[in-house]
């Protein structure tokens, strides 16, 4: 069933509204990338749990980044942001988001201690751990005409990979890109966001593997409010720029099940700035078509009335 445009936006228990009684407190994830170490720790515990294919064996180019992004093959992707950026020494802000740069080539002695510190340049990188997001109002949802895509009483979302059809509506109607088709079946695949393991009480395994707690996994309410003191505390420290992204169920896709805490704008880390869930105007558009198609019938029949009167 298509969700209700005007009911899109609000806090909603995706559990309850999908028939369940007496679910469980939502459950998800919550990434803070400022305590990523970009160890890939995730990577491989969700592949050896899932029984993922391997895949990304060769480095890309892009930094230490070897998987490039979410695919049917790679459930969690690690993402290696460079910036290099001027050492704030005089006061002035910090320039963040710049481009590329020559780095200089390598010395006998730490950066800086040659040409002093107003000739030195910081270098950053922004590492995250992508995942699903597991929207509150999924489109993926919405679209799967086999009911291969279900929430599960976590509110979670599950492919039951054994029904899906490999149609691929899913794949263009995630916000986010998520979801892909593994190219020797064609079936679609995605995080789970280890359901087998949340039903017999376990973390799922990459935020068990997480090394520095990047990845958090609890009940949703608990993750937000753990969240926001974390930005404040950011922010108390001096970092500005921390802000929460997937965390606001007045967003345009309801809030998400997995969310993050950035150090910079979404696109930076190849996220959509402002996603909105592409179904949402799918009930006006049948409406308008059923309209159409109706004045097409009239104008029709008084055609064939009118010609043979």
Known sequence: MLPDPNSLYGPLDPAP?????DAPPRMGFFTDTSVCIGCKACEVACKEWNGVPENGLDLLGMSYDNTGALTANSW????????????????????TGAGPQFLGMPGS??????SGAQ?????????????????THAACLDVCPTGSLFRTEFGTVVVQEDICNGCGYCISA????????????GRAWKCTLCYDRLGAGMTPACAQACPTESIQYGPLDELRERAAARVGTLHERGVPEARLYGHDPADGVGGDGAFF???????????????VVTTRDLPKMWKRAGLAALAMAAA?????VGGSS
């Open 17 to 21: 509204e999908a028939g369940y009684e």
């Open 76 to 95: 969690r992707h690690v993402a290696f942001v460079e910036q290099p950026r001027p050492a704030d020494v005089l006061g002035e802000p910090v320039a």
């Open 109 to 114: 002695q730490p950066p800086g201690r040659g």
């Open 119 to 135: 000739g030195r340049t910081d270098f950053r990188w922004l590492m995250m751990s992508d995942v699903c997001k597991h929207c």
């Open 174 to 185: 995630c916000p986010y890109g998520v979801i892909d088709q593994r190219k020797d079946d």
């Open 261 to 275: 805490l950035l150090l910079d704008e979404p696109e930076v880390y190849g996220l959509p700035p402002d996603p």
């Open 300 to 304: 029709t029949v008084a055609a064939f």
